[in-house]
């Protein structure tokens, strides 16, 4: 039996409040190193609240978080960014009274092994359109920038796992397309990912694994193959 | 009156500005940065004016009670900031303002068991006795020169860490989006308990400084407090420009208030602070809300 690696990101039995409302009922998932995984669901059902969990963000009630089989449950977000993860949030979470040069180097720093396969000169070839502003403050930029923006920042920290919450959203279709291409890069680089997003058919090209949550329960993992052969369930879960 | 009397005017204006703007800059930026009112800043100055007296007292010798009391000044501000203050980032400001007032109350009276009620003077150290003669009943004392030239290292210092080095991008990131800076992978708490420990370590720098021209007495703090609280919001709170402004607009007003319209000397900073607030509500570099 081959030996199975440890997982980067292992959760159990997440169970996550805002106050008083219940929204994740007992989510588990893991992630491998170079694993690429979709996060799916209808608007609201929990899929930030689930990433905020795992991040340490809002921590959860119950349940546990483990990082390279390292129990992190209620431990600060820069803790658990620590270990080699990168999130990348809804809002972009951009500086904006930071340039745009500022907003990189400020994040930099090797990755948990040491590694420093991204710095700002790869960042910057990566999005040629940064190096172009990188004297502009961070709010100066339009949606896309803002959103390579945020994306190169978390590749500074050289991270094993890149979190993306909803990367294209809201941006024009020849931007969608950059950003995803960079994504493929990234996966090809050998980083894992956890993809949060709408557009199912880029996520069924890139992901090895899916799942889709609904009022925070997963109703179904599967792969790509298997997902885009069942235009049921994404009816049914996705609305689509 | 002739021009070197003014020019010695100039001089004290500026000279008390720098020192107003060590105490107003930490001030503003615990506000802008990390959302505190900080009533207890003026106390910060009083402990360093007392520490200066005290630890030059007993080593004979200001810079070593400066080189001694920086450290301490530190310490306190981190204490502080770890057993009080970082309590409230999240809370409301009356919270701020009522503890922060409660720790006047608390350095004021171990002021008073650690040093008494007299008033004290610090001696000008020897190498900055001296005065410069402008004209033949005119000088000015070497040591408020240098008190100037020092705060200008000291402002150039501040901005280039600020604008320039990954603390400073860190320390004006924090002050935007702090879970943004917590994902990227910093420590918040700490950055904020550095923040106000410097904050702390300049306004009792300022009263280290001041001693030997000012006197160090009780309640000095306050006086100090008010004016910088002046400053501040002449400035715009939050920012760093504004209380260099702010500072050297009071140090301005209030030296030459004295001289030219003595019997009004008291109200010009506050009635400054009202044109200025009539004009530009934010303050002169503040971001408009
Ligand atoms: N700060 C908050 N306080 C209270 N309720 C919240 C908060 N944030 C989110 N919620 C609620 O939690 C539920 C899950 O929200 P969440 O943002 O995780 O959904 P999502 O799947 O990411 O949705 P979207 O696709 O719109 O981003 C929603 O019902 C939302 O209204
Ligand atoms: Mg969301």
């Known amino acids: ?240 | 009156m002739e021009l070197s009397f003014y020019l010695v005017q100039l001089l004290n204006a500026i000279q008390y500005g720098f020192l107003l703007f060590l105490v107003a800059s930490g001030l503003t930026l615990l506000f802008g940065i990390m959302g505190i009112i900080n009533l207890a800043h003026g106390s910060f100055y009083m402990i360093g004016a007392y520490l200066a007296y005290w630890l030059t007292d007993v080593t004979g010798n200001l810079w070593l009670g400066i080189l001694l009391g920086l450290p301490i000044a530190l310490l306190v501000g981190y204490l502080v900031e770890r057993f009080a203050i970082s309590f409230l980032y999240q809370r409301d400001h009356l919270y701020q303002v009522l503890l922060t007032f409660a720790l006047i109350l608390i350095f004021n009276e171990l002021q008073q068991i650690l040093w008494g009620t007299d008033v004290h003077g610090v001696a000008i150290p020897a190498i900055l006795a001296g005065s410069i003669p402008l004209t033949e009943n005119q000088s000015y004392p070497i040591y408020r020169l240098f008190i100037s030239a020092v705060c200008i290292a000291l402002a150039c210092g501040m901005s280039w860490v600020i604008q320039k080095t990954r603390l400073g991008m860190m320390i004006r990131a924090g002050a935007s989006n702090r879970e943004m800076v917590q994902s990227l992978g910093i420590n918040v708490n700490r950055l904020f308990a550095l923040v106000f420990s410097l904050g702390v370590a300049l306004a009792a720098f300022a009263g280290m400084l001041a001693a030997p021209v000012d006197s160090v007495y009780p309640g000095m703090g306050e006086n100090v407090l008010i004016i910088s609280f002046v400053v501040v919001v002449i400035g715009g709170t939050g920012s760093i420009k504004g209380a260099f402004v702010g500072a050297m607009l009071i140090g301005l007003v209030s030296t030459f208030g004295k001289v030219l319209l003595p019997e009004m000397a008291s109200v010009m900073a506050y009635a400054l602070m009202a044109v200025i607030l009539l004009w530009r509500p934010q303050g002169l570099f503040g971001r408009a809300r």
Request: without cysteine.
């Open chain 1, 1 to 240: 039996m081959p030996q199975q690696p440890v997982p980067i990101l292992e959760a159990r039995q997440l169970h996550t409040y805002y106050g008083a409302s219940h929204i994740l009922h007992g989510i588990s998932l893991s992630i491998k190193p170079g694993e690429t995984l979709s996060l799916m669901g209808r608007n609201g059902m929990g899929k930030t609240t689930l990433l905020r969990s795992l991040l340490g963000l809002t921590p959860p009630r119950r349940g546990t978080v483990k990082v390279y089989g390292r129990d992190m449950t209620g431990a600060p977000p820069q803790k658990i960014v620590r270990q080699g993860i990168a999130f990348v949030p809804e809002d972009r979470g951009i500086f904006p009274n930071l340039t745009v040069r500022e907003n990189l180097v400020m994040a930099a720093r090797p990755g948990p092994n040491g590694r420093k396969d991204w710095d700002l000169t790869r960042v910057l070839e990566t999005f040629p359109r940064l190096a172009q502003r990188i004297n502009n403050m961070g709010n100066h930029l339009s949606g896309g920038e803002q959103q390579m923006l945020t994306v190169g920042r978390a590749l500074m920290t050289n991270p094993d796992l890149l979190i993306l919450d909803e990367a294209t959203e809201g941006l024009a279709p020849l931007i969608r397309k950059e950003i995803w291409s960079v994504v493929r890069k990234i996966k090809q680089s050998g980083i894992a990912a956890i993809l949060v997003d709408k557009d199912l058919k880029a996520l069924l090209e890139l992901a090895d694994r899916n799942i889709i949550i609904s009022k925070g329960r997963i109703v179904y993992e599967g792969s790509s193959e298997e997902l885009a052969a069942h235009p049921e369930i994404h009816a049914r879960h996705l609305g689509v």
